[in-house]
């Protein structure tokens, strides 16, 4: 068989949950090593289950499902989305905003592709959910990564993020409730680094999709709110 070479484009890729950190934690596991897996979430394996109102309506409407919908996604779902933002207090949304993907990995993908060129920054979180790092290499554009680390909570500094926006710097990501630290920002932080993305004219990409998964206590803010 002819040998599958790499393309130049991918050879900064790196993407912890197939990669060889990943092969070795098999390894270890298949040892009988027991690994905590940081570099995923999986809500699924600790009890999260689909609410049952949307497996039924899922399972109902399969038959009406055949052919493409409407290029943003299905309209009821777009609605929904619109509908759970303003409940959390952010103004101005409408269905008509809202892009569905298949999964969040998919729109992370698309909206990289459709804002970067090769030399551009991006602004991540140190540690990051590693799909962000490896999407932002695959444009050609480079990750600068900003702390948060055990001493600060986990929580970013705005000033450090600051610091690091250079002019080539085109977004910054938040991940917020955070993968894999867990750490949940507090209202002050997400709006002074939303002040920071406004004064640099940058993108404020903010990863949401844990905002119903919360320790006991936290508050979640979201980031359209400022
Ligand atoms: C912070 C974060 N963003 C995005 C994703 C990807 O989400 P999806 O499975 O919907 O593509 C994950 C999955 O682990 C994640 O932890």
């Not at 890729?13 to 990669?19: D, K, S």
């Not at 540690?127 to 929580?155: H, I, K, N, Q, S």
């Amino acid at each position: 068989m002819l040998p599958i070479a790499t393309p130049d484009h991918l050879s900064r890729v790196r993407y912890e949950i197939r990669g060889p950190l990943a092969r070795r934690a098999h390894e270890m596991e298949n040892a009988g090593q027991s690994v905590i897996k940081l570099n995923i979430g999986n809500p699924a394996m600790f009890g999260f289950a689909t609410p049952d109102a949307l497996r039924a309506a899922v399972a109902e409407h399969l038959p009406q499902s055949d052919g493409y919908c409407h290029q943003k996604g299905i309209g009821p779902a777009r609605e929904a989305v619109a509908a759970a933002m303003r409940a959390k207090g952010v103004a101005g949304v409408d269905a008509d905003d809202v892009f569905m993907g298949n999964g969040v990995s998919e729109l992370i993908l698309m909206t990289l592709e459709a804002l970067l060129r090769p030399g551009d920054e991006v602004l991540l979180p140190a540690p990051d959910y590693p799909l962000w790092t490896a999407a932002v290499a695959l444009t050609g554009a480079t990750p600068v990564y900003y702390a948060c680390t055990e001493e600060r909570g986990f929580v970013p500094d705005p000033d450090e993020i600051d610091r690091l926006a250079s002019p080539r710097c085109r977004a910054v990501v938040l991940i917020n409730p955070n993968n894999p630290t867990g750490a949940v920002y507090p209202a002050a932080v997400v709006r002074a680094i939303a002040q920071v993305a406004e004064r640099h004219g940058l993108v404020l990409m903010s990863d949401e999709i844990y905002d119903r998964i919360l320790y006991d206590g936290a508050t979640h803010e979201p980031a359209a709110l400022h």
